[in-house]
């Protein structure tokens, strides 16, 4: 069994964005080892349709599998959105998205029932937020608001910027208009939007960062399924990057993001699993 | 020879922007018909490597030559930078890309010999433009910007907006305090945001549309090598459209683009040739 939890923790996603999910799992898991796949050849999701979202995300599964993981968490909205429930059946891992935990967590934290939902024009498009939210309580009004500028903003690194306080203003109106009193952050670049975004909304609106809630029910489920990482702690953790481009400017990014240097990152032919 | 003057011309882009090439070759060379391809299950090229673009371009004109195409158009800049040599060299019909075009325009129109160029990361990150522009004259200065927030900004059909107006501003700064008297619009999609930029950059900076001087040259190479199509322009011309991905967003993009409706879209595995 101690092989099994020494196994590393496959994460991965449409590109960087996912690495929010992977910082919180190494802040609350700090002694599991990841394993982090970036499609950055074939970012972004966000705009890409149900079948081929699935097809890529299969592919992303088989690779990861070579790495010998004993658990995967989807940290893509949109790839939760899209494939989650189809490759949930086919594996015999377990495998967690970061739709369920958000919005989970969401239900919980809403006190008028009125939730927003802020992500990219496919995940709102798939309805999967209201559709999960609405199994849990179907009082609850959820209003979605695809926000494209705001991957590319965050991108820009126009984190605190005039230009995004404006986006976002317009972006947010309409589920400030409807007395929202919870919002969740349904893409994974959105929790470095943080500060900006609750100077839009205001003090009165709870803000659900998916990322977080992943991490922590990502504890739980190893627990429950004794897969924890007991490991000595005096050796190091390890992890891994992998891309399926321009490793280089990858490494960048994860390295604003994250409190290490990313020094691993190896670029891989996806297309081939 | 008729038959062969009669097939269409190839057309390609990683998605929608190349509509902008397409639609100037559609008023300039009204005889001709077009195989339109945007690489929509990939796109944006703008943030990906050589290797890769270049493996997908290769995959695009294998599509293309099974439409027989007399000619291909790459109406993507980042496509025509990393992959147009390469290409051209494969194969027996003529190819131009979007590059060259604009560029040996603007070096006709620049007097103080200071040229700005705008794009996407990977376009500036070539030196396309700038290699191209110092071969034609090494004493023009060549000042490149990416410009990663005007191409979600379109999609969004912020064309004439406020936040537009600020971005742009910003992206344009360093251009202007160099004093550029041309500007080349060096992505696909840049035209269609030519009124604010010229409000930027007031009356005395020429702005290069290369959709344009593509479209001229075209007409040029195909009388050049008795390729024009003679057909009797009472028949109607034939406009088909191929998408990897999404093919109602497309249409939809389309239609607002062009001068009638898009009905023939269809969706082909691109990943197959």
Redo the contacts between chains.
Sequence with gaps: MTDRCNAPIGVFDSGVGGLTVAREIMRNLPEENIVYFGD????PYG???RD?VLRYSRQIIRFLRTQEVKAIVIACNTASAYALDEVEKELDIPIIGVVKPGARVACEVTKNKKIGVIATEATIHSGIYTNFIKNQDPEIQVIGKAC??F???V??GWLKD??TF??AG?YLRELMDQDIDTLILGCTHYPLLRSTLREVVGDKVSLVNPAYETARELKELLKEQNLTNLQDQKEARKYMFYVS??AE?FRKFADSILPFDVNTTKQISI?EY
């Design positions: 950055t050849a074939r970012v705009s890409k349709s081929t494209p500028l991957v590319p903003l991108e820009e005039s230009v404006e986006v317009r481009d321009l400017k297309e």
